[in-house]
């Protein structure tokens, strides 16, 4: 039986996020642990799903060193392998950690975020399919007409946003991301976006999922443009199975799909407190987790 783990209280906490929490151990470098904190509709759920940040922790791990070769990340290790972390010195939070806090830590070089959400679409899924069923488009462009929900887009789409520091993310139009960040970045973001994208879901493929949509994040790392933050979890991304796949409909993601409906049916108007969750939806949401990991990873 795992402990879930709402909280960490370590020293040096930079940012407690709706799931991570964040640690300076110095050098340069970041300790973020996932907690098993979850939230919906941007509100956090005042019940854990135990297990649900080591899952995710495992497979952000998995992912950056399959893409390292495509991209540059800021991913030195999980705190529990001792091997990665061989010249990594023990300060800060992560001297003390925990054992059973290992997997579920990344250490990771510190970055200057590029606020910007770098947002991935290979289907038509989500939000990018209600604007296409209300004006023919996604994010501004016109696409061909007779496009069914959950089809293939005739080519991966940048569908950048805002990195909101609360409340909701905004669509970015390229012009606007360009204003922010500069045409050079702007340009590098996507294709470095569309290369780990092509990496990770040839993988994928060849597993039996499909990846929908994601979101990266980037920043710079002394000079260099870094993929950061967590990578290709179901937290940030729609995953669905290859043998299920019926475009046409609403695809049942390996997400929190499942938890999001069954708030919606008691009637709660997303604002906090969301109603405390029932053991068989717990259990549910955790199982759902824990398939993408297996799904994707084998482990
Ligand atoms: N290598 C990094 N350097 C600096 N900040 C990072 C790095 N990786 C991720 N972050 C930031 O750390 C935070 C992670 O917390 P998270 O739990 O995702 O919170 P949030 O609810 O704010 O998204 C995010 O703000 C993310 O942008
Ligand atoms: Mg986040």
């Known amino acids: 039986m795992i402990t879930p783990v709402s909280e960490t209280r370590f020293e040096g906490l930079v940012h407690r996020g709706k799931v991570r929490d964040t640690y300076d151990i110095g050098g340069g470098r ?3 642990i996932a907690t098993d904190r979850i939230s919906a509709f941007d509100v956090i759920l005042p019940n854990p799903i135990p297990g649900k940040g080591l899952i995710l922790a495992q497979m952000s791990a998995f992912w950056f060193r399959h893409t390292r070769n495509v991209m540059p990340n800021h991913f030195i290790g999980l705190a529990s392998d001792r091997k990665a972390l061989a010249d990594i010195p023990a300060t800060g939070a992560l001297a003390g950690l925990p054992q059973e ?27 990018a399919w209600a604007e296409y069923r209300k004006s023919g488009t996604v994010h501004g462009v016109r696409l061909p007409s007779g496009l069914r929900e959950s ?18 993310d905004e669509p970015l139009t390229w ?93 709660w108007n997303r604002q906090p407190p ?13 199982e759902r987790y824990e398939l993408a990991l297996q799904r994707l990873t084998g482990s």
């Open 175 to 267: 012009d606007q991301t360009v204003r922010m960040i500069g045409e050079e970045t702007s340009v590098r973001l996507r294709e470095a976006s569309f290369r780990v994208f092509k990496s990770a879901a040839a993988h994928a493929e060849r597993r039996g999922m499909i990846i929908a949509d994601t979101k990266f994040e980037f920043g710079w790392v002394g000079g260099e443009l870094t993929l950061i933050d967590e990578l290709l979890t179901p937290d940030s991304s729609r995953f669905w199975a290859a043998d299920a796949y019926r475009p046409g409909e609403t695809q049942a993601a390996f997400d929190k799909q499942f938890l999001r409906d069954w708030l919606l049916s008691t009637g």
């Open 101 to 127: 806090m290992g997997p579920r830590a990344m250490v990771i070089k510190k970055a200057r975020r590029i606020d910007v959400e770098c947002v991935v679409r290979a289907y038509l899924a989500g939000t």
């Open 274 to 286: 969301a109603p405390s969750l029932p053991e068989d939806v717990i259990a549910r949401t955790r």
């Open 30 to 32: 970041l300790l973020m």
């Open 151 to 168: 089809d293939r887009l005739p080519e991966l789409m940048f569908t950048p946003s805002t990195k909101a520091e609360s409340g909701h």
